[in-house]
């Protein structure tokens, strides 16, 4: 029995990429069909792979198996090639429904309320924009903010006080509590 052994690859090496190109288009190609099923997808993806396995032939090491490190290059391009199709889709649902109109947080039917977030510390109106408009969590604002946790929820309290104190007059029954945050008067 003849034992055939393939000629090891050297990085950098135009006429050994050639080489590695012939040897393992078609299994490389028949992967990205598996994945993609979509041929014309794959044959695109291939051409990729192929393109990013050159410009990076000179940092291939020799002591991991070629193949493997080709294939990892073609399922990450195959990935990428999956999601921007998918990113592609929602573009046209949207492009076709027409882009869902945001409610600005800004837009408020009371006008007191926006003056009296303006008027608060900028700390304190990021807390309470962070919590009650976009509904982070106070560990999620601290992270944020670079602050701690309990930084948060005295900057909320010192919030809600003081739009209490200042905005009581607004109160609908059942929505604040009189005296149940303290004030920092």
């Not at 800004?106 to 977030?117: A, H, K, M």
Request: overall charge positive; glycine content about 4%.
């Amino acid at each position: 029995m003849e034992v055939v052994r393939q000629r090891e690859y050297r990085p950098g090496s135009a006429e050994d990429f050639d080489r590695l190109y012939a040897e393992t288009y078609r299994r490389l190609l028949g992967t990205l069909i598996a994945v993609l099923r979509d041929r014309a997808a794959a044959e695109d993806c291939a051409q990729e792979t192929y393109l990013r396995a050159f410009q990076a032939w000179a940092r291939w090491r020799p002591d991991a198996p070629v193949e493997a490190w080709l294939h990892r290059i073609a399922i990450n391009v195959a990935v990428s090639h999956r999601r921007r199709e998918r990113l592609r889709e929602a573009g046209e649902v949207i492009r076709r429904l027409g882009v869902p109109a945001a409610p600005d947080p800004t837009e408020t039917s009371t006008p007191e309320l926006l003056r009296e977030l303006r008027a608060l510390p900028p700390k304190q109106a990021a807390a309470l924009v962070l919590r009650h408009v976009h509904g982070y969590t106070n560990r999620e604002i601290a992270h944020a903010l670079g602050v701690p946790e309990r930084t948060v929820a005295s900057r909320l309290a010192a919030a809600r006080a003081r739009l209490q104190d200042r905005l009581g007059w607004m109160r609908v029954p059942g929505t604040w509590i009189p005296g149940s945050v303290a004030s920092d008067k």
